[in-house]
């Protein structure tokens, strides 16, 4: 018995556009019910949400029960963190800052067991190989395991050639917030200079066979990234939603 299909790694392989949000509650019971919805992908937020392995784990668990992708994002490529990941049975990850080649290819290694990579051996102890009730999972995880990673300066979009040219790399993330700031437009994601650069650089990775990834609240620009090329579409924020009901609804009562 093989490792788990990754539906979404054939998906985005195949060039279909997906769509999901960011989830940074970091509970698993509200993961669960952002997991009713009917999102391709959730993306739980190891980066700016305050998770640790153990809410991710329990994140993982209660989506990966649902038809939606559980998909973690780490707070950066340290392959400890991402070994831990996989383990706990994400066969998705989102490495955010990424500025190299050489950076994207050591994030790719730490995704895959030897010999193709570094990722350490603990599938006895892994969720991921289903505590070692699939015994097939070490010579089949790789090939389930779809690794994006996240460009998100000048820097990063500088090196965006040599990143694409990484083998084993699934797709290319855009970040427009943090692209924003290091542009000058600190809090303006939606600065058409960022913009502008944003769907280059989405044309760019699609062109060159990866999924291209972006999050963006922003109907129109959700539609002008979709027509770049975008196949892996963040379209909300569960913070921002379930925030934004409860003022427009405390302000409707009570004027606040
Ligand atoms: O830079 C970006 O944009 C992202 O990487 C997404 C943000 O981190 C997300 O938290 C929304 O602000």
């Not at 985005?12 to 698993?28: F, K, Q, R, Y």
């Not at 460009?151 to 797709?171: F, K, P, T, Y």
Request: proline fraction near 6%; hydrophobic fraction near 50%; aromatic fraction near 4%.
């Amino acid at each position: 018995m093989p490792a788990p299909l990754n539906r979404l790694k054939h998906r985005l392989a195949a060039g279909e556009v997906t769509h999901g949000i960011w989830v940074g509650l970091a509970d698993p019971y509200l993961a669960e019910i952002a997991a009713t919805a009917g999102f391709d992908w959730l993306l739980i937020d190891g980066e700016h949400a305050p998770n640790d392995i153990r809410s991710l784990s329990a994140q993982v668990a209660v989506v990966a029960a649902s038809d939606s992708v559980p998909v973690i994002r780490l707070p950066d490529d340290d392959p400890a963190k991402i070994k831990q990941a996989l383990d706990i049975g994400a066969q998705t990850l989102l490495i955010p800052m990424i500025e190299s080649g050489a950076q994207a290819d050591r994030a790719v290694k730490a995704c895959l067991y030897p010999p193709h990579g570094i990722r350490g051996v603990g599938s006895a102890l892994a969720r991921a190989s289903r505590f070692a009730a699939i015994p097939d999972y070490l010579t089949t995880a790789n090939d389930q395991i779809c690794l994006i990673v996240q460009i998100e300066s000048r820097a990063g979009l500088a090196a965006l050639d040599e990143v694409l040219a990484v083998d084993g790399l699934d797709g290319v993330f855009i970040g427009p917030s943090d692209l924003a700031a290091d542009m000058g437009h600190l809090g303006k994601p939606g600065h058409p200079e960022v913009q502008h650069a944003v769907l280059d650089a989405i044309r760019r990775i699609r062109a060159a066979g990866k999924a291209a990834g972006v999050l963006t609240t922003d109907p129109a620009f959700i539609e002008a990234c979709k027509a770049a090329g975008a196949t892996f579409v963040g379209v909300g924020i569960d913070v921002t939603l379930l925030a934004g009901a409860l003022r427009a609804l405390a302000g409707k009562y009570t004027g606040a």
